[in-house]
Nanobody
Framework: QMQLVESGGGLVQAGGSLRVSCTASGRTLRVYHMGWFRQAPGKPREFVAAISSSGDSTYYADSIKGRFTISRNNAINTAYLDMNSLKTEDTAVYYC????????????????WGQGTQVTVSS
């Protein structure tokens, strides 16, 4: 099975930037889509961004559109989420996940999940 490990989380001031990474290992699929979700304290998990297997298509939640950028490097089975102009409301545990089909904005379609990395935005 695939294992997903997130890294790069930490503490950043509002208005700052941060890059989180997700690396897949184990028995990786040849073709798979990747997405980022987050969960803030007391709130349900929500979709953040997704990218198709080739990297040709991207999808973003309205709340972060224009501020975050998702990308991937298939040679090293890694996806990235570049977060800019961070707000305190972006504070959450960020999860990476893998899907093979369906709507990529729905967590229901993801087969594998990482353990998450904490992103804290302070004011």
């Amino acid at each position: 099975q695939m294992q997903l490990v997130e890294s790069g989380g930490g503490l950043v001031q509002a208005g700052g930037s941060l890059r989180v990474s997700c690396t897949a290992s184990g028995r990786t699929l040849r073709v798979y889509h990747m997405g980022w979700f987050r969960q803030a304290p007391g709130k349900p998990r929500e979709f953040v961004a997704a990218i198709s297997s080739s990297g040709d298509s991207t999808y973003y939640a309205d709340s972060i559109k224009g501020r975050f950028t998702i990308s991937r490097n298939n040679a090293i089975n890694t996806a990235y989420l570049d977060m800019n102009s961070l707000k305190t409301e972006d504070t959450a545990v960020y999860y990476c996940a893998v899907a093979v089909g369906g709507s990529l904005t729905s967590g229901q379609n993801y087969l594998f999940w990482g353990q998450g990395t904490q992103v804290t935005v302070s004011s």
